[in-house]
């Protein structure tokens, strides 16, 4: 009997083998291939040189991260500059980073990229060797025509000094040449308004006075904001200043101040519906703020989501400043509210306001009971884990539509098998129940899940 025949990889055709080379070296994940995986292929022979060096998806997503300091760190330079500037045609997304705070690549990798690129991820460690990073972003900004995405991530998980540097310029202190830096940098990224659509900045803790300089990026559709400072505010600028905004998120260890209004952080979901969800406001300056956090570029408001939401010792106070939001409300459909212990106050007069409600959630909200009203006919799901409920509200017999119920995590609940039975047969469309960690006794639990075999209900206790 003959052998089977041999299929050796240079056998291959071209395309063929062009398509290996390409599920061989781009990660999955990422959908990016690391240059050295691209040199190595490169390098087997002239053959796979020429095929690596004319296929586009291979280099499409170009990701770099560079060795600590150290005679390799050249070398290392060197062989990646040969190849990045073999693929420069075909790169259009450049991912580098370098923690190191000596023997800088950044600017010589930034040199060798295409101009047509469209997107640039620069994840660097804070201290004064960043001292020319505005200058590179302004290389970036006359560089880069079609520069569209960047994402500048400065960590500060090494901590460099800035006492050395201050000590060569007599009359700076450290800090002020933290912030003179930061507010350089973030100058810079203002200065890619030409092309740039979509941002993600991640900035160390430094005394910056405001990130108002970001207002220039008129073409802005996305933006991601975050710091790790512990101590400041961050002085953002309000998403309705950027004309073409579709979606946002702005955070800070410290909190975050929107046009003098101190909040825990904001952000704005576009897909799969306008989602606003904010932390740590006082109810009495949501008119105000409201319209303020609102993307101008997005779609009508259909989830809320307010966690820690205060509310005055004079609920009527509170209840008037809620009511005069009810503008901004009359699409929501989805309202999520967490952590607000002064919430049952205020509830009903909110609850109000919302007559277009399928969703409702209230979590770690001290609710004893919940209020009726019209809001009741058009909820699907209704969930209030993690309150203070000792009896099923009355008010659950008249949320008729409701497909998932969640009373988790009230643990002073016991509903007897009578109490269930009425709450089943008043809730015909239910599929789901969550009784866990409740005081459900056996007895009632045994009875509710024979109910529910017969009506294919899943009951989780």
């Not at 045994?446 to 899943?458: D, F, G, K, N, P």
Request: with cysteine; aromatic share 4%; hydrophobic share 45%.
């Amino acid at each position: 009997m003959s052998s089977p025949p041999r299929c050796l990889i240079n056998e291959l055709p071209d395309e063929l083998l062009s398509r290996i080379l390409v599920v061989a070296a781009v990660i999955p994940r990422e959908s990016c291939i690391y240059l050295h995986v691209g040199s190595f292929l490169s390098g087997v022979c002239r053959r796979w040189r020429r095929l690596c060096f004319s296929t586009p998806e291979l280099w499409d997503t170009v990701s770099l991260e560079a060795p600590r300091p150290g005679q390799y760190r050249q070398r290392w330079l060197d062989g990646n500059l040969r190849v990045l500037q073999r693929a420069s045609e075909h790169v259009r997304h450049l991912d580098i980073t370098d923690l190191a705070a000596v023997q800088p690549v950044l600017e010589p990798l930034m040199q060798a990229a295409p101009c047509a690129l469209q997107s640039l991820q620069l994840h660097l460690e804070w201290g004064p060797h960043l001292s020319g990073l505005p200058q590179q972003l302004a290389l970036a900004r006359a560089r880069y025509t079609s520069l569209a995405r960047l994402e500048l991530d400065i960590s500060d998980e090494y901590a460099y000094s800035f006492g050395q540097a201050a000590q060569q310029q007599p009359g700076a202190s450290a800090a002020q040449l933290k912030a003179r830096l930061l507010g350089g940098i973030v100058a810079g990224v203002a200065g890619l308004a030409r092309t740039l659509t979509e941002l993600k900045l991640r900035i160390p803790p430094a005394g910056l006075p405001s990130l108002a300089p970001l207002t220039a990026l008129r073409r802005l559709r996305r933006l991601d904001v975050a710091s790790c400072n512990e101590l400041t505010p961050l002085l953002t600028p309000a998403p309705a200043q950027f004309p073409c905004l579709e979606e946002y998120s702005m955070n800070s260890l410290a909190g975050i101040q929107v046009a003098g209004v101190y909040i825990n952080a904001a952000s704005w979901v576009a897909a799969p519906a306008g989602t606003l969800r904010v932390q740590n406001v006082d109810a009495s300056h949501l008119p105000a703020l409201l319209p303020l956090l609102r993307p101008p570029a997005a779609a009508p408001l259909v989830g809320l989501h307010l966690v820690d939401l205060f509310v005055e010792e004079d609920a009527a106070a509170s209840a008037a400043a809620l009511e005069a939001c009810a503008p901004h409300w009359e699409n929501v459909h989805d309202l999520d509210l967490w952590m607000s212990p002064e919430l049952p106050s205020v509830l009903e007069p909110l609850l109000r306001l919302l007559p277009r409600l399928d969703t409702l959630r209230l979590a770690h909200c001290s609710l004893t009971t919940l209020p009726t009203g019209p809001y009741l006919s058009g909820l699907r799901t209704l969930c209030l884990p993690d309150n203070d409920l000792r009896d099923l509200p009355p008010a659950l017999l008249q949320a008729t539509r409701v497909q998932h119920l969640e009373l988790r995590g009230n643990q002073g609940l016991r509903p007897s098998a009578a109490e269930l039975q009425l709450l089943l047969q008043a809730l015909p469309e239910l599929q789901q129940l969550n009784l866990r960690q409740t005081g459900i006794c056996e007895d009632a639990a045994a009875a509710l899940r024979a109910t529910a075999a017969e009506r294919s209900l899943t009951v989780l206790q």
